[in-house]
């Protein structure tokens, strides 16, 4: 079991031959937060500053919470480029400094106003190897797995983030803009632990305001929560299914191709709104083997997950200034991947395998990067983004405030709890489903029926198929009835 598409292990926990033997369930953070014992909600906020953090991080850092601060590169914007002194100024935020514990090298702070000694764990000093081995096997210790006062703070630069396990940590400080939601996802992980008395979670990134007008800059905010909210709803919104198919091989049923339809000759681009997937024809792509049909049908997205985590592929960073995929990955390291992941395929079945993952990289790439109407191929960058991007033509408001004042701005979100998560469950589905509206006025009137006879409304997420259905045909209802007030409200005839 994995928290989510973003766990990036470096090695994998099953062998592929074994992992295949299993069928594939679901499980988001919509039912791990109704299986939760004590947490049952999370709080995102992102907060703006005008000159240097360290100068508004008070503003968002509360010592009563246990936290991880995770400060910003050395060579981004937000960094002062002294992540030493850095550590100091926040700890000075805290309170001031005692001694450290001989035990653990944990820096003991006495809270400002209170006089409660905070213990301060530093992970960013990397001076001295013995030192922070010596903090590292503090926080590891199985004996203090349960004691929710061994630690209070914990400051990190590149550590703590994926795959750290500390139950208590209730809020993730992020200083610096993260444009990787892989990232955002593994942060958040770190404080969605259930733990004895921990009722609430926050994610925090404090990052400097950016010079564009609030409205702006509080859509982008909006965006950004929504994928956040698909992503713990193990939604694909970095990559939409792709289904490559060699050139001329005719249409195929549940695609659509467009006012003109599909055209021999030429580079036809499907769409099946059922199910989000892409049909693009490629000339010259390779025949493969059923199991390496299967891995492009199902682990396409895994694939490309691998590629993107890859170590060796990021320190060269993925894609050059002109957005195309750099030879030495699409020839190098991408047959690496596939062949570590899937050492039963023959050469021939990873070079096809190859083949529709650097075009998927190719394709979203173009798509996300290109802004011009002009492009000849229209419809595919838009299909693209449709899914892609799917989470902005989401009619869902999740900014619950925004502060102005003080030396940040802050942009709040609603509170992520189960029925949060069930909402935009049911508005994802909405969108992914394509029900005609007499069929969806049919189905919600036999879930109203349904609900009279069970005394509940049907979950999208329920195992029936039936229950699934009329849940569906909610949605799908209440996204015609929300389009025809909009067009009632706007004059549309």
Partial sequence: MTGSYFRGDAAAILAPEDEARFATVTYTYYEQLNGYQYLKSLDIGYWFYNRSYLEAIHEVLDPTLKTIVHIPNVNSSASSTDKYAEVSEIMGVLGEWVERDPKTDFHLIRQKGTGRILKVADLVDDGDFNRRSKVLAALRDPEHRDN????????????????????????????????????????????????????????????????????????????????????????????????????????????????EGYREGHTNVGVNEETGTLSVEIKGLKEMSPEAARICREDLNDVLAAVVQDKETLSRALFDTDNTVPQETTQLRIPKIIRDRYPELSEEDIEAVRQRAVAALTLVQTAVKTTEKENANLGLLEGVRRFVLHVRELSVDLIDSINPFGEAYAVLARTLNADTLRQMQEKIAAKKVSIPEDEALALTRRALEWKQERGRAPQITAADAWERRLAEGIAAYSRYVALAKAKAAGGVQ
């Fill in 148 to 259: 929710r006062d061994h630690v209070d703070v914990i400051i990190a630069l590149g550590m703590a983030k994926e795959g750290f396990d500390w139950i208590w940590c209730e809020h993730a400080l992020t200083v610096g803009y993260r444009s990787s939601l892989t990232e955002i996802v593994q942060i958040i992980g770190r404080v969605t632990r259930d733990a004895p008395g921990k009722l609430r979670a926050r994610f925090t990134n404090l990052v400097a305001e950016p010079i564009a007008d609030q409205s702006e800059v509080v859509e982008a905010v909006n965006d950004t929560l929504k994928a956040i909210a698909a992503s713990l709803l193990m939604e694909q919104v970095i990559a939409p299914r792709f289904d490559f198919a060699p050139k001329d091989t005719g249409p195929k049923p549940g695609y659509d191709y467009g006012p």
